[in-house]
């Protein structure tokens, strides 16, 4: 008998947990809707089961929803006790929930709820329910968020303001409970920084208290928090840290202290960011970005190399069709989903997720293709967002980023397709889109891809010529073009987002320059560091001063100062300087291509497959243990299979 779970309408946790997160932000006394369509989970479902009991036993169906149970020519109701003869049965438990999700949960010598259930929302289209580890006792409650918890005391407590400052020496996220006395309100002023947290108007997250009030708020972001009040040093005040248990499967350390610290903010960073979802960050709107996500799911790759909060995220922004706008209502962040659904497969090699999720993105795809223009490019229909980066970009008519990027989705379906056996019908749209990318965005004399072809202006940015290397779009002598006269052209505009940063390092990396994006890290994120930064920033502008760092949109605070695209160094430094990544489906081949760049020594731990690798340099002296099969060491063009269990040593030349 296998581990009894908790069984839902397959893709309703996450549905209903992603609604839940959307409806959460506030900012400045305002509950903030979220800005696009949010699906919400399956009223009622129907769980079946053929089984066979082996002696006479019992089940106890237990559920907070309403419902009834079929079971041997009977309508039976829940959470009942119900006797089961020896031998062969069918069983259906429906539920309806209107205010949450139904779900159920069986655990009798005779009978469990786990994954060898169907569901349906009586379509007639039964599915594998969904289920998860976390849930596996009749006391859990799927629409529950089960987070671990540790209180967390201030380092420092001071007078300011007419109240009373705590600093908690860190940022942090969790319920803050607070003791109001009768007939005397307490102001609470939630702060990143110090400067926010004494501002009340202008704080993003502030709240006036009275007894009535629950004293347990909102779990929410903060460094700092104010107490306003009469004899606010009275008032008690606790604070805790909200979580999830994920394990560190990655580590990384170098002759450089400052990158060693850099490390491990950027993984704070990462495990703060990573909840129900991957969030974008903690304090501003923490909704479910998909461009955000799309990079945390390859940092959680390799720091986490756990998919729990990947396919959780993928749930959640696939949603359920049909689909009315674009994810995020962006159009690349559309691409992205599909394209990252192709990657997280080939790194885990999980054919019942990708089966689970599969018709949703086939109608993804479908949505996408249905609003391109007549030449099949990606154009802006009403209420769609061509984003790309904030930077200087020309986005008059189809824009070059955006034609790539569906040309990856192309290829992507085309992947999933034949990993699922079914017809390959993309990759002659790759091959078509192909040629009139090359045909009306290249620009010979530039040697480069120009952004748009309708304005006249023939502008050429950094973002559209790093996908066209990053997704390995530029072949041959284009591609050496694009690097000399887009990737490595200092009259270009730069990127100034850590969002967009990390692609151009990735670029960077991939063509050899692995020691410009090792300065960049030391430069950028250590230059957050030395402005007293604790977790990774929104952006960082070297040239800003003080509280100039917080502003953003408009608002004095409205800069993330936790957000989970600054994690970028975790992934640069285990897939480029380390040199680990997948080679086949699974990770069941891969390759160890260490390259130190600017450091002397380093020793890294990366996870790949079920496995890991460690990685050792002091130089000239390498060393390299991997503890799975399917692995292969490559050091100045010789390839070297690795066994697993065994050192290999290697000397690495100076640059």
């Given at each position: 008998?296998?581990?009894?779970?908790?069984?839902?309408?397959?893709?309703?946790?996450?549905?209903?947990?992603?609604?839940?997160?959307?409806?959460?932000?506030?900012?400045?006394?305002?509950?903030?809707?979220?800005?696009?369509?949010?699906?919400?989970?399956?009223?009622?479902?129907?769980?079946?089961?053929?089984?066979?009991?082996?002696?006479?036993?019992?089940?106890?169906?237990?559920?907070?929803?309403?419902?009834?149970?079929?079971?041997?020519?009977?309508?039976?109701?829940?959470?009942?006790?119900?006797?089961?003869?020896?031998?062969?049965?069918?069983?259906?438990?429906?539920?309806?929930?209107?205010?949450?999700?139904?779900?159920?949960?069986?655990?009798?010598?005779?009978?469990?709820?786990?994954?060898?259930?169907?569901?349906?929302?009586?379509?007639?289209?039964?599915?594998?329910?969904?289920?998860?580890?976390?849930f596996t006792s009749e006391r859990d409650?799927?629409?529950?968020?089960?987070?671990?918890?540790?209180?967390?005391?201030?380092?420092?407590?001071?007078?300011?303001?007419?109240?009373?400052?705590?600093?908690?020496?860190?940022?942090?996220?969790?319920?803050?409970?607070?003791?109001?006395?009768?007939?005397?309100?307490?102001?609470?002023?939630?702060?990143?920084?110090?400067?926010?947290?004494?501002?009340?108007?202008?704080?993003?997250?502030?709240?006036?208290?009275?007894?009535?009030?629950?004293?347990?708020?909102?779990?929410?972001?903060?460094?700092?928090?104010?107490?306003?009040?009469?004899?606010?040093?009275?008032?008690?005040?606790?604070?805790?840290?909200?979580?999830?248990?994920?394990?560190?499967?990655?580590?990384?350390?170098?002759?450089?202290?400052?990158?060693?610290?850099?490390?491990?903010?950027?993984?704070?960073?990462?495990?703060l960011n990573s909840r129900e979802f991957?969030?974008?960050?903690?304090?501003?709107?923490?909704?479910?970005?998909?461009?955000?996500?799309?990079?945390?799911?390859?940092?959680?790759?390799?720091?986490?190399?756990?998919?729990?909060?990947?396919?959780?995220?993928?749930?959640?922004?696939?949603?359920?069709?049909?689909?009315?706008?674009?994810?995020?209502?962006?159009?690349?962040?559309?691409?992205?989903?599909?394209?990252?659904?192709?990657?997280?497969?080939?790194?885990?090699?999980?054919?019942?997720?990708?089966?689970?999720?599969?018709?949703?993105?086939?109608?993804?795809?479908?949505?996408?293709?249905?609003?391109l223009d007549e030449n099949g490019f990606?154009?802006?229909?009403?209420?769609?967002?061509?984003?790309?980066?904030?930077?200087?970009?020309?986005?008059?008519?189809?824009?070059?980023?955006?034609?790539?990027?569906?040309?990856?989705?192309?290829?992507?379906?085309?992947?999933?397709?034949?990993?699922?056996?079914?017809?390959?019908?993309?990759?002659?749209?790759?091959?078509?889109?192909?040629?009139?990318?090359?045909?009306?965005?290249?620009?010979?004399?530039?040697?480069?891809?120009?952004?748009?072809?309708?304005?006249?202006?023939?502008?050429?940015?950094?973002?559209?010529?790093?996908?066209?290397?990053?997704?390995?779009?530029?072949?041959?002598?284009?591609?050496?073009?694009?690097?000399?006269?887009?990737?490595?052209?200092?009259?270009?505009?730069?990127?100034?987002?850590?969002?967009?940063?990390?692609?151009?390092?990735?670029?960077?990396?991939?063509?050899?320059?692995?020691?410009?994006?090792?300065?960049?890290?030391?430069?950028?994120?250590?230059?957050?560091?030395?402005?007293?930064?604790?977790?990774?920033?929104?952006?960082?502008?070297?040239?800003?001063?003080?509280?100039?760092?917080?502003?953003?949109?408009?608002?004095?605070?409205?800069?993330?100062?936790?957000?989970?695209?600054?994690?970028?160094?975790?992934?640069?430094?285990?897939?480029?300087?380390?040199?680990?990544?997948?080679?086949?489906?699974?990770?069941?081949?891969?390759?160890?291509?260490?390259?130190?760049?600017?450091?002397?020594?380093?020793?890294?731990?990366?996870?790949?497959?079920?496995?890991?690798?460690?990685?050792?340099?002091?130089?000239?002296?390498?060393?390299?243990?991997?503890?799975?099969?399917?692995?292969?060491?490559?050091?100045?063009?010789?390839?070297?299979?690795?066994?697993?269990?065994?050192?290999?040593?290697?000397?690495?030349?100076?640059?």
């Amino acid at each position: 008998m296998s581990q009894a779970k908790w069984i839902w309408y397959q893709g309703d946790f996450e549905i209903y947990h992603h609604m839940l997160l959307s409806c959460r932000r506030q900012e400045k006394g305002c509950d903030y809707p979220c800005q696009w369509h949010i699906s919400r989970p399956e009223v009622s479902a129907s769980f079946r089961r053929e089984f066979t009991a082996d002696r006479d036993g019992e089940i106890r169906v237990v559920t907070r929803s309403k419902g009834m149970v079929r079971f041997g020519g009977r309508l039976l109701p829940v959470n009942k006790t119900i006797p089961v003869p020896a031998g062969e049965h069918k069983i259906s438990v429906e539920l309806y929930d209107i205010e949450k999700f139904p779900a159920c949960f069986i655990d009798s010598p005779v009978l469990v709820t786990d994954e060898r259930w169907t569901a349906e929302c009586f379509d007639r289209r039964p599915l594998p329910v969904g289920c998860s580890p976390m849930f596996t006792s009749e006391r859990d409650d799927p629409s529950v968020f089960p987070f671990d918890y540790e209180d967390r005391a201030p380092e420092r407590i001071e007078d300011a303001e007419g109240g009373v400052l705590y600093d908690f020496g860190k940022e942090t996220f969790g319920p803050v409970t607070v003791g109001v006395p009768e007939n005397a309100p307490v102001t609470l002023v939630y702060g990143e920084s110090r400067e926010e947290a004494l501002d009340p108007e202008n704080a993003l997250i502030r709240e006036t208290l009275t007894s009535s009030d629950d004293p347990v708020r909102p779990a929410r972001a903060f460094r700092y928090i104010f107490v306003k009040a009469e004899n606010a040093r009275r008032i008690p005040l606790r604070a805790a840290y909200e979580f999830l248990p994920l394990e560190d499967k990655a580590s990384f350390r170098c002759d450089s202290a400052l990158v060693n610290r850099i490390w491990d903010v950027c993984a704070y960073t990462f495990h703060l960011n990573s909840r129900e979802f991957f969030l974008d960050g903690i304090k501003r709107d923490r909704w479910v970005w998909s461009g955000d996500a799309y990079q945390s799911f390859m940092i959680a790759r390799y720091l986490y190399n756990d998919p729990s909060v990947t396919e959780r995220t993928v749930r959640a922004l696939l949603g359920k069709p049909p689909y009315r706008t674009h994810v995020n209502t962006i159009n690349d962040y559309s691409a992205y989903l599909i394209i990252a659904v192709w990657e997280h497969y080939f790194a885990g090699g999980d054919e019942a997720f990708l089966r689970s999720v599969w018709p949703r993105v086939k109608e993804l795809y479908d949505f996408i293709v249905s609003r391109l223009d007549e030449n099949g490019f990606v154009v802006p229909r009403h209420g769609d967002w061509i984003f790309i980066d904030w930077g200087v970009l020309d986005k008059d008519g189809p824009h070059c980023a955006e034609q790539i990027l569906l040309w990856q989705v192309y290829r992507s379906m085309a992947r999933l397709a034949a990993a699922l056996g079914e017809e390959d019908v993309y990759t002659v749209r790759a091959q078509a889109l192909f040629g009139k990318i090359n045909s009306r965005f290249w620009d010979k004399e530039k040697g480069a891809y120009l952004d748009s072809f309708t304005s006249g202006k023939r502008f050429v940015s950094r973002q559209t010529n790093v996908f066209a290397v990053l997704f390995d779009f530029a072949e041959g002598k284009i591609r050496d073009s694009v690097i000399e006269n887009a990737i490595l052209n200092p009259d270009l505009p730069q990127i100034t987002t850590p969002y967009f940063k990390l692609y151009e390092l990735m670029a960077l990396c991939r063509i050899g320059r692995l020691e410009t994006a090792q300065e960049y890290i030391e430069s950028y994120w250590g230059g957050m560091l030395a402005e007293g930064a604790t977790s990774v920033w929104e952006a960082y502008d070297p040239t800003q001063r003080g509280a100039e760092h917080y502003a953003m949109y408009g608002s004095d605070f409205g800069k993330s100062l936790c957000h989970a695209w600054g994690s970028g160094p975790i992934l640069l430094l285990s897939r480029y300087c380390a040199g680990v990544f997948p080679t086949s489906i699974g990770g069941k081949t891969f390759r160890v291509q260490p390259d130190p760049g600017k450091y002397r020594a380093f020793e890294a731990q990366v996870p790949v497959g079920n496995g890991s690798v460690r990685i050792t340099y002091s130089a000239p002296e390498l060393t390299v243990c991997a503890d799975v099969p399917g692995g292969t060491l490559v050091v100045e063009g010789r390839e070297t299979a690795l066994e697993p269990g065994k050192r290999y040593s290697e000397t690495v030349p100076d640059a």
